[in-house]
């Protein structure tokens, strides 16, 4: 056997250290390459590590929670030497250096995972090996569709759906006369009596998309999770969020739980005293945001500007169009006439999409429109960033927006979808509230703050009535935008809201 050492490669754009947020393994698991060992948080997002090694997990070099330099070794694997010479002469240097990212070293890895079979070559990515080693998939069966024949995800569920359709027909044909067919077991793993039983019909379905945690959720509490039903779907394949998973279970555990849970409410009720103080753990997205916005707000003086826009002709054309979009399959919020505006106002006042080089001294105006949308998710704020805004219609935007949010809040947003924000908006009014002081997304230069619409009184021709109103809050780096400025972008994104119509103009 051979000792392999894996260093934490480059973890995301101009990234020096990321935080080891939980191991997938332990010493002693079996693992094959593309196997997910670790997850690191690194600019607000959430990375999966995998392993480069067929091999037997020998150590582990990092806590839960440290804080790893990029190419310090994190996890070292027992390789055995049969394997050892195959791997070198098929595969470059997988041990990672500084500067190597995860999406280099994929690629690297993916080009590489060819193995010799009585057949000949198999292409396949590690994703599509591991793949097939859950669905029970001969790989070397598998006919690939892509480039060169390399195998993809999609041609291994298409085999595995092939094979169990020609495994059904042919038990079909196998009943003789007189036998009853019996109904066919679920295909599954891991799904427990209990929660067969007591969670309701299994769903109809054999391809259930999921990211890693929520699999290893149902895997941990016994959850079948083809069988937890979803409404939700992602490329036409039914999708489970861990929610849908932990509703699934706690239903099936239901019964046994209030079997007990009325003999011990009574000793607990006497002797359960509430803790005076609780620990939560400083670290992760919670520590991400933190950091940049002490950042944020001790480099840049900020001020805040209050406005509020009259937006009645906005609730009547977006209450026009909403069935258009429905009919497309698209939510049509108000955030998508929101991010029409803001461009409008920044090519109007383009100081607004600046950032300031004070190393160069030179303030940097951007002539491209990349707004970032804050999305509050249980992990802390996350800031996907919608590229060149100019460019795409109001429909694009708001399928666009909803999908960045979605994927925010399930974590499996990508630091690239991320990065590159020119101007940033953050919507606090959906939890209520009018104004606030947003702190500037540095080093963008900027930030919208939108309150809650409602219904509002307003004076009109000296008469008081009743108007949908949308407070405005604009935070500015007073360094580089002066009060007037700031005053003039918001009249501009008003007038814009106010009158919708000159937005398609």
């Known amino acids: 056997m051979t000792v392999k050492e894996f260093k934490l490669p480059d973890v995301g754009e101009g990234v020096a250290e990321g935080e080891l947020v939980s191991w997938q393994v332990s010493p002693g698991d079996t693992v094959s390459e593309g196997d997910i060992v670790a997850e690191v948080e690194t600019d607000k997002a959430l990375v999966e ?15 839960e929670g440290d804080i ?7 996890i070292s694997f027992e390789v055995a030497d049969a394997d050892e010479g195959d791997a070198a002469a098929e595969a470059p240097d997988t041990e990672g250096e500084p500067g ?6 994929k690629t690297d890895t993916e080009e590489a995972a060819a193995a010799e079979t009585p057949e000949g070559r198999v292409f396949a990515p590690p994703s599509a090996r591991k793949l097939a080693r859950e669905l029970g998939v001969d790989i070397t069966e598998v006919e690939g569709t892509g480039p060169g024949g390399r195998i993809s995800d999609a041609d291994v569920r298409a085999h595995a759906e092939s094979a169990e359709a020609h495994d059904e027909t042919a038990a079909e044909t196998a009943v003789t006369p007189g036998e009853s067919e019996a109904p066919a077991e679920p295909t599954g793993a ?7 039983a007591d969670a309701g019909p299994r769903a109809e379905r054999d391809t259930t998309l999921a990211v890693p945690a929520t699999r290893a959720l149902a895997e941990e509490l016994g959850v079948d999770i083809h069988a937890v039903p979803t409404e939700k779907t992602r490329d036409g394949e039914a999708f489970v969020e861990e929610a849908d998973v932990r509703a699934f279970a706690e239903r099936a555990a239901e019964p046994a739980a209030e079997a007990g849970a009325e003999a011990e409410a009574g000793a607990e009720a006497a002797t359960a005293e509430p803790a005076r103080e609780e620990t939560v753990p400083y670290r992760g ?11 944020s707000k001790y480099t840049a003086p900020h001020v805040t500007h209050h406005d509020t826009a009259e937006i009645d002709q906005l609730v009547e054309t977006r209450e026009e169009l909403k069935g258009t979009a429905e009919e497309k399959g698209i939510r ?13 106002g920044l090519k109007e006042y383009p100081i607004l999409n600046s950032e300031l080089d004070e190393e160069e001294g030179v303030i940097r105006l951007k002539n491209y429109y990349n707004i970032g949308i804050a999305v509050a998710t249980d992990a802390g704020l996350m800031v996907p960033v919608v590229e060149n805004v100019d460019e795409k219609g109001l429909l694009e935007l708001a399928d666009e927006v909803q999908e960045l949010a979605t994927k925010a809040r399930e974590r499996s947003i990508s630091p690239q979808e991320m990065q590159g924000g020119t101007f940033t908006i953050t919507n606090f009014g959906a939890f209520g509230g009018e104004y606030a002081t947003p702190i500037i997304n540095y080093p963008e230069t900027s930030i919208l703050g939108l309150g809650a619409i409602e219904q509002r009184p307003v004076v009109d021709d000296g008469e008081v009535e009743a108007a949908h109103t949308l407070p405005l809050s604009l935070a500015i780096d007073h360094r580089v935008i ?11 994104v008003k007038e814009y809201l106010a009158e919708p119509t000159k937005l398609l103009l």
Do not use: C, H, W
């Open 332 to 344: 049509l919020t108000y955030m998508a006439f929101v991010l029409k505006a803001v461009v409008a």
């Open 190 to 196: 891991g799904v427990s009596e209990t929660v067969s």
């Open 49 to 63: 590590v995998p392993s480069r090694y067929d091999g037997t997990v020998q150590e582990l070099f990092a806590e």
């Open 482 to 492: 002066d009060g007037a400025e700031a005053a003039k972008f918001t009249n501009t």
């Open 100 to 105: 190597d990212s995860v999406d280099d070293a």
């Open 68 to 74: 790893v330099p990029v190419g310090d070794v994190i």
């Open 285 to 295: 997205v919670r520590r991400t945001i933190g950091e940049q916005m002490a950042t």
